[in-house]
């Protein structure tokens, strides 16, 4: 079946604007996960979704960021007033029911000119 | 505090000869504990995971880790390296607490031929 889709693969904007990124998971994966990767950095997490709630946005960096979840499907990361701190690959994952693995979409890279 | 450790940012082996790639963690309980490798460009890919049981688990790839609960390290090894192993690879922990993954700063893994 399908895996975790991410669009766009890959994003380039100036500093000021507004960016979406979106996360389509896998069918039936409860749990949603938002990252970030900065170059040469580990996984630093934003926010997990279950359904459409999110329990825990303690990883967003700033008020620039926000996330919204449709039931138990798409997910978007808007970043607001772009900065180039930004700049990085954005990872989505997602969960099945009672378990405990992520599966990883490809991820977009975020570039901030 | 809970976290991942692993201690070496680059390795470099020939190809044939075996692989060890370290990690630590800090956790308070019995750790849920994942490897994942990230080739270039791609998402994250499940390698192995432990959860309870047998202290060595095998995974995908020819990989396998040792959970040693003394040491509080979950190792990654492989025999006999290929030149298509390499790949940055990442340690994780999963706090059933939090419902959080908790990523090592990764290990970038290049195979000379």
């Known amino acids: 079946g399908a895996g975790v889709s991410q669009s766009p693969s890959n994003k380039v904007t100036e500093k000021g604007k507004d960016v979406e990124l979106r996360c389509d998971p896998i069918?039936?994966?409860?749990?949603l996960y938002w990252y970030r990767q900065s170059l040469g950095q580990g996984l630093e997490f934003l926010i997990y979704?279950?359904?459409?709630?999110?329990?825990?946005k303690s990883g967003l960096p700033s008020d620039r960021f926000s996330a919204e979840r449709t039931g138990e499907s798409v997910s978007t990361l808007t970043i607001q007033r772009t900065q180039q701190e930004d700049s990085a690959v954005y990872l989505c994952?997602?969960?099945?029911?009672?378990?405990?693995?992520?599966?990883f979409g490809p991820g977009t890279r975020l570039t901030v000119l | 505090a809970q976290s991942v450790t692993q201690p070496d940012i680059h390795i470099t082996v020939s190809e044939g000869a075996s692989l060890e790639l370290r990690c630590n963690y800090s956790?308070?309980?019995?750790?849920?504990l994942f490897w994942y490798v990230q080739s270039p460009g791609q998402g994250l890919q499940l390698l192995l995971k432990?959860?309870?049981?047998?202290?060595l688990v095998q995974g995908i790839k020819g990989f396998e880790a040792e959970f040693k609960r003394s040491q509080s390290s979950f190792n990654l090894r492989k025999p006999s390296v290929h030149w298509s192993d390499a790949a940055e690879y990442f340690c994780?922990?999963?706090?059933?607490?939090?419902?959080?993954?908790?990523f090592g700063t990764g290990t970038r893994l290049k195979v000379l031929a």
């Open positions: 069918s039936g994966h409860t749990a």
């Open positions: 994780a922990l999963y706090s059933s607490g939090t419902y959080k993954y908790i």
């Open positions: 994952a997602s969960s099945p029911p009672h378990n405990n693995e992520q599966f």
């Open positions: 979704f279950q359904g459409n709630s999110a329990p825990d």
């Open positions: 956790y308070g309980a019995t750790p849920y």
């Open positions: 432990y959860f309870s049981g047998d202290t």
